[in-house]
């Protein structure tokens, strides 16, 4: 049976596309690529199967314990006893120790202050530049008109290689024939044979669901227990960082609206300074020009 996949058909060879679809000796390569994979791929699984159905009551009663131990432990590290209760546990702990943390209410209020200081200076002192400009205008004019005589103001593509449709490069045979061997040899093919072997296979079954369930038992205990401790490590960690940021911007807030309300006194005086100064020298030239040029 021939099967074809989108990206089995079209290969790299001999510098362009090789079309190994072409109902022709590259399509017929490639089908002798696939008959070949085949043959490994059924190779492989009756070597698996084989040794599956050699394995001994022992061999199987070890795997067991193994997988079973690997199982078990898995199942306790995530079930609701392990990581996820250690990292609830922890995240709780380190919440509360965060939050508590001097050092990040004093950060926060610290930052919360100076940032309200610059952020009210800034609008304080748009406002009192706004506010002050029309009366040093206003000053300015009345002066400026008055003062004649005194103040004056201021940014061949190369063609594409095609072969004839009558001649096959041994290269592009080769590239399909690959290309379907690859395509179709099944890497798990001796996998596959092993498991069924061993399904097949009494003695090891017995000594596999007798190793099992113990090995299970025993592993899952030890992994809720490392999963809990794991879980209580990294949710402390994770708790304590919320927490920590919980109480750095609570102060920060706190801190803020009194950093703005000093900061914006300040500006608004600074502000209404340099609003008078520069509204009077515009009043200034704006009277001059009109009455004295």
Request: aromatic letters at 16%; glycine letters at 18%; charged letters at 30%.
């Amino acid at each position: 049976m021939r099967v074809a996949l989108a990206g089995s058909v079209l290969v790299w060879g001999s510098g362009c596309w090789v079309d190994c679809q072409d109902d022709g000796v590259l399509e017929s390569a490639y089908e002798d690529g696939q008959a070949r994979a085949d043959k490994v791929n059924e190779r492989e699984y009756e070597r698996g199967r084989t040794e599956g159905l050699g394995l001994s009551f022992e061999e199987g009663e070890v795997e067991g314990r193994a997988e079973g131990y690997a199982t078990g432990y898995s199942d306790g590290y995530h079930g609701p006893y392990g990581y996820s209760a250690g990292f609830s546990v922890g995240y709780g702990d380190g919440d509360y120790d965060g939050y508590v943390d001097p050092i990040a209410c004093q950060k926060g209020a610290d930052a919360g202050y100076a940032n309200g200081d610059y952020d009210g200076f800034h609008s304080g002192y748009d406002d009192g530049y706004a506010e002050s400009y029309d009366d040093g205008y206003d000053d300015g004019y009345n002066d400026g008109s008055y003062s004649c005589g005194f103040r004056s103001a201021g940014e061949d593509s190369e063609e594409e290689r095609r072969r004839s449709e009558e001649e096959v490069d041994p290269e592009d045979i080769e590239v399909c024939d690959n290309r379907g061997y690859r395509r179709r040899l099944d890497g798990g093919a001796y996998h596959k044979g092993l498991d069924s072997g061993k399904q097949d296979n009494p003695d090891y079954q017995a000594g596999y669901s007798l190793g099992y369930p113990d090995a299970y038992d025993e592993a899952i205990l030890a992994g809720e227990l490392e999963g809990w401790n794991h879980g209580y490590s990294e949710g402390y960690a994770v708790g304590y960082i919320d927490g920590y940021d919980s109480a750095y911007w609570s102060c920060y807030d706190a801190a803020y609206g009194d950093g703005y309300d000093v900061g914006y006194e300040a500006g608004f005086v600074e502000g209404g300074a340099a609003g008078y100064d520069d509204g009077y020298d515009d009043g200034f030239r704006g009277g001059f020009y009109d009455y004295c040029a």
